[in-house]
DNA sequence: TCAAGTTGTCTATGTTAATAGACAACTTGA
DNA sequence: TCAAGTTGTCTATTAACATAGACAACTTGA
């Protein structure tokens, strides 16, 4: 197999972030049994021995635990938001957010305006599947998200999320079985007051704003949505640089 | 030489980051002719081969162009923070923001906080240099900074940096030869009232604030600074992910 | 003109990354 | 018990990475 160029990142290096991100953002969650060696192969097109050495990286570090004959498991228990510690930049904007864990507060139909019809690659006005939700650390909410994706693309995704509240088994049920992060934005705004209510938090104090694009193997935009953190109760950390 | 361990990142590629890192944060500015490529590799203690590597990659894109018998020159110019464009993250918080480019407003003494000590390894109540700065673009400013440093072990820094007016030369003055981001928080804030007057901002606007500190090759810590960036003026665009 | 310093190019060598195949050791479920 | 599927461990080969040295081609400034 070829690489598709000499990146200077090593394909162990990239596989190996590749299923820490998807550890970090609870695609493979604590005590789950990671895909086996060859289907991990298979999925990133490299060989079985690169996956290898990926999963040793990943051990070595304590996130993953092979078991012979049985299964390679994911050891790290998320952090869950412990509030004013430091928080992962990652977790949150690099590669977190897939799912919309915490409590899910509305799912609904909607239409695209001009910035989600650009993210998404749609037409204004085209049809959306609207999902909100807030998360909470220790019953206090840390932020509210709303995520968009087509409903064209994605028929009757509305009553498949209201089966399987999952955003990765939704898409998954459409058939994508793998999507990144493709950008991320950050800025930050004051509070509306729905938000307000949702958070808890008085009128007038700032919030830090996220949107955030996933998209597939292919680059092709599958999901896009806005979140809402509290600043008081949220900072970001940016590893080194 | 050994690399130190495993990372699954090549040394070329390393080399390349650094020095794209300080294109974009101004240490090498436009037009300007890096370190000949025995210094650059005695810097990164690499072979000189391997910082041709790193050179030939920013040549590729467009970074730098090599001009034989004379030196490697940068090409890129600095985009200079256009308004409601998307300035590219690493530009402004993974590596950016070492010079304080843009007006300098105020430069003084100062006493260390637990905060300021504790990122600068300092007891509290330490003697600090303070520089306040503020970016601007087409004269609209952007964001405004405070940069603290320990007076003693940078004495004199004050008027040092009065008479070189760059964080860079003042380090350099002090035997620091390069030096990196070590930590950066983002989180958020409603504007205070200097801010305000200082970013042309109404009361009650919300900040990005960003907060970061830099280390030395022995990741011993040199200075951290403070930036707040009008909210509605700036958005971070973090790279894929 | 000339010496010093720069980038460009060649050969050579050892290490690491990645692929490929085969088989052993073990677990699970029928 | 046994077949299927899993991780663990070998050998082997090719390509990329990194180092080392030498010298050519060129620029700059004294």
Redesign the interface.
């Known amino acids: 197999m070829s690489m598709q160029e000499s ?4 394909l ?2 990239q596989v ?1 972030d590749g299923i820490e ?1 998807g550890i970090a953002d609870g695609r493979f969650a604590a005590g789950e049994k990671l895909p086996g060696e060859m289907e991990i192969a298979e999925t990133y097109r490299v060989n079985r021995h690169t996956v290898r050495r990926a999963l040793a ?1 990943l051990a070595e570090r304590g996130l993953v635990r092979a078991e012979r004959g049985s299964g390679t498991y994911v050891e790290a228990q998320r952090l869950a938001y412990p509030l004013r510690s ?1 928080t992962r ?2 977790e949150i ?3 977190g957010g897939h799912e919309p864990r915490g409590q899910l507060i509305d799912a609904g139909e909607d239409i695209a305006n001009r910035e989600i019809a650009r993210e998404l690659g749609l037409k204004i006005g085209a049809p959306l599947i609207r999902i909100e939700a807030v998360r909470l650390a220790d019953r206090t909410p840390i932020c509210v998200s709303t995520t968009w994706l087509s409903a064209e693309r994605f028929p009757d995704a509305g009553s498949v999320f209201a089966n399987v509240h999952s955003m990765t088994k939704l898409l998954a049920h459409y058939g994508v079985k793998d999507y ?11 509070v509306d007051a729905t938000d307000a209510a949702r958070l808890d938090l008085p009128l ?5 704003v996220v949107d955030a694009t996933d998209v597939d193997m292919l680059d092709q935009p599958l999901v896009t949505k806005r979140s809402r953190f509290a ?1 008081e109760r ?5 590893e ?2």
């Open positions: 990146s200077g990142v090593a162990w290096r190996a991100r990286a430091r930049f990652s904007v690099g590669a990144h992060r493709a950008s991320t934005r950050i800025t930050a705004a004051i007038g104090r700032p919030v830090l600043a949220m900072e970001f950390l940016v080194n640089g």
